[in-house]
């Protein structure tokens, strides 16, 4: 894991990255490589390459992250990346694997309502998805919004929200 952490961090090539964090991606599906990744500063350097411009590259980030957040204390590193996530998401085509990519970690991260207040600004944005979408963004845009109205301080946002 550290030599797979380290090669994303010393390449620029795309093709590279994207296999780098599909092997993550995958090595983070179990637990304790969730915990080692997070100790390695894992979480940090696949969060970085949500800024990186090929959409394949954030998308495999997205697709790292998502799996990595299934533990509570990478949540609270994954965390700082919400407000960015909701961007490429806004951001991304309609419909691609990009934004339902996004979309499904921030499935994850409004679980609980811990993050709630950092994706306040991006209703708009979601309940647009779910006019616009097809059914499969649709579905992920629905198990968002639902995460969110689960929790009573986010009614009046979900309400207010211009659709």
Do not use: W
Request: proline share 2%; with cysteine.
């Amino acid at each position: 894991l550290q030599k797979l952490l380290d090669l994303l961090q010393a390449t620029d090539d795309p093709l590279i990255q994207e296999q780098a964090l599909i092997t993550l991606s995958n090595s983070a599906a179990f637990s304790v490589n969730q915990n080692i990744i997070r100790n390695l500063n894992g979480i940090s350097i696949i969060g970085g390459m949500l800024s990186d411009c090929a959409p394949n590259v954030k998308e495999k980030a997205l697709n790292a992250l998502n799996n990595l957040s299934m533990n509570i204390k990478n949540q609270e590193v994954i965390q700082v990346y919400i407000t960015q996530v909701c961007r490429n998401v806004e951001s991304a085509p309609l419909n691609s694997e990009l934004q339902l990519a996004g979309l499904r970690l921030l499935t994850n991260m409004s679980v609980t309502s811990d993050y709630h207040h950092k994706m306040v600004d991006f209703i708009p944005c979601f309940l647009h998805l779910l006019s616009a979408g097809t059914e499969r963004t649709q579905i992920q845009v629905l198990k968002v919004l639902v995460n969110l109205s689960a929790n009573a301080a986010m009614t009046r946002h979900l309400l207010r929200a211009e659709v």
